[in-house]
């Protein structure tokens, strides 16, 4: 379901990268971000290392169709016209994140674990499976809205302008009919606080101090206590190195306190995370419309997470 509702953000921010004159060029997994504590259902997207100008933003003259070009992004997400060699413009973007999505759906692609001498040769290797995956094939299992959006990015001509819109709508009207609504936090939130508020129960009851449980733990979703943290899927790296640490892996409030060794000061900083994370759950602020729409200030592009200016990115 995350997957569902995640992917009309995703699509929201990659048109606000766009309607800035530029391309992204390594749309992955890796370079999608969530926010933390207030900011938890904000989708980021990061590292413009390889992003490139696509057109003049005074005239909006397209760049010119080329062909012969080197392999630029992660192969594994990469669209097929850039494995033969075209130039890159928006529908390559929008291509590489429907793999994206179907590596969500999956947890593997087809093309995924293809052995080669040469990088080259496992580049071809990818390119050549990847053709030939029939869409309703790759897509096989899920909703049609996933194959509807991969056959939708494909038809696209080198200059048109995505219908951002019509896509987003694909995946607003399947996480309805689906009989989901939007409630501003995310299943793995829910999780994550879930499991950091059972391990200090836990914690309290062996102090006896079980009856204060009742009450921390009254405005949680029915259930939510007992739920646990999931491991999730082994996935393997990409083809890429990515510029810097993750920043998940760093940040203490992204860390679940394990009982019986948790400082208090982390106790104190998880719960303090877990109630902002209940509010949000409990709904949105009064002018939030329901699909969270895109606004310039959700899409924070930090020295830290931009490799090149964009005065530069056209070289």
């Given at each position: 379901?995350?997957?569902?509702r995640?992917s009309?953000?995703?699509?929201?921010?990659?048109?606000?990268?766009?309607?800035?004159?530029?391309?992204?060029?390594?749309?992955?997994?890796?370079?999608?971000?969530?926010?933390?504590?207030?900011k938890?259902?904000l989708?980021?997207?990061?590292?413009?290392?390889?992003?490139?100008?696509?057109?003049?933003?005074?005239?909006h003259?397209?760049i010119?169709y080329r062909?012969?070009?080197?392999l630029?992004?992660t192969?594994?997400?990469?669209?097929?016209n850039?494995?033969?060699?075209?130039?890159?413009s928006?529908r390559d973007?929008?291509?590489?994140?429907?793999?994206?999505l179907?590596?969500?759906?999956?947890?593997?692609?087809p093309?995924?674990?293809?052995k080669a001498?040469?990088?080259?040769?496992?580049?071809?290797?990818?390119?050549?499976?990847?053709?030939?995956?029939?869409?309703e094939v790759?897509?096989?299992?899920?909703?049609?809205?996933?194959?509807?959006?991969?056959?939708?990015?494909?038809?696209l001509?080198?200059?048109?302008?995505?219908?951002?819109s019509?896509?987003?709508?694909?995946?607003?009207n399947?996480?309805?009919?689906?009989?989901?609504?939007?409630?501003?936090?995310?299943?793995?939130?829910?999780?994550?606080?879930?499991?950091?508020?059972t391990?200090?129960?836990?914690?309290?009851?062996?102090?006896?101090?079980?009856?204060?449980?009742d009450?921390?733990?009254?405005?949680?979703?029915?259930?939510?206590?007992?739920?646990?943290?999931?491991s999730g899927?082994?996935?393997?790296a990409?083809n890429?190195?990515?510029?810097?640490?993750?920043?998940?892996?760093?940040t203490?409030?992204?860390?679940?306190?394990?009982?019986?060794?948790?400082?208090?000061?982390?106790?104190?900083?998880?719960?303090?995370?877990?109630?902002?994370?209940?509010?949000l759950?409990?709904?949105?602020?009064a002018n939030?419309?329901?699909?969270?729409?895109l606004?310039h200030d959700?899409?924070?592009?930090t020295?830290p997470?931009?490799?090149?200016?964009?005065?530069h990115?056209?070289?």
């Amino acid at each position: 379901m995350g997957t569902w509702r995640s992917s009309v953000w995703k699509i929201s921010r990659i048109e606000y990268i766009h309607s800035k004159n530029f391309i992204h060029r390594d749309i992955k997994p890796d370079n999608f971000l969530m926010g933390l504590g207030k900011k938890g259902n904000l989708v980021y997207i990061i590292d413009f290392g390889l992003a490139k100008k696509y057109r003049d933003a005074r005239t909006h003259q397209h760049i010119p169709y080329r062909e012969n070009k080197n392999l630029t992004g992660t192969a594994r997400y990469a669209s097929i016209n850039t494995h033969l060699g075209i130039e890159q413009s928006r529908r390559d973007d929008l291509e590489s994140l429907g793999y994206v999505l179907m590596y969500f759906n999956l947890g593997s692609l087809p093309w995924q674990g293809l052995k080669a001498a040469t990088k080259r040769q496992k580049y071809e290797r990818i390119s050549e499976k990847k053709m030939s995956t029939p869409i309703e094939v790759l897509c096989k299992g899920y909703p049609s809205e996933f194959s509807t959006y991969m056959n939708f990015c494909r038809s696209l001509r080198f200059d048109d302008k995505p219908d951002y819109s019509y896509l987003r709508q694909l995946f607003r009207n399947l996480f309805h009919r689906q009989g989901f609504s939007y409630d501003y936090v995310f299943d793995w939130n829910m999780l994550k606080f879930g499991s950091s508020r059972t391990a200090e129960d836990k914690e309290k009851e062996q102090r006896g101090e079980g009856e204060e449980r009742d009450e921390r733990t009254g405005g949680g979703p029915p259930g939510s206590a007992a739920r646990a943290l999931p491991s999730g899927p082994n996935l393997p790296a990409p083809n890429r190195v990515r510029n810097g640490p993750d920043p998940a892996s760093s940040t203490p409030a992204s860390r679940v306190p394990q009982s019986g060794n948790a400082s208090p000061r982390a106790g104190r900083g998880a719960e303090r995370e877990r109630r902002v994370c209940l509010r949000l759950h409990r709904g949105a602020p009064a002018n939030a419309s329901p699909d969270l729409p895109l606004r310039h200030d959700q899409i924070r592009i930090t020295p830290p997470q931009v490799s090149v200016p964009f005065e530069h990115m056209g070289k």
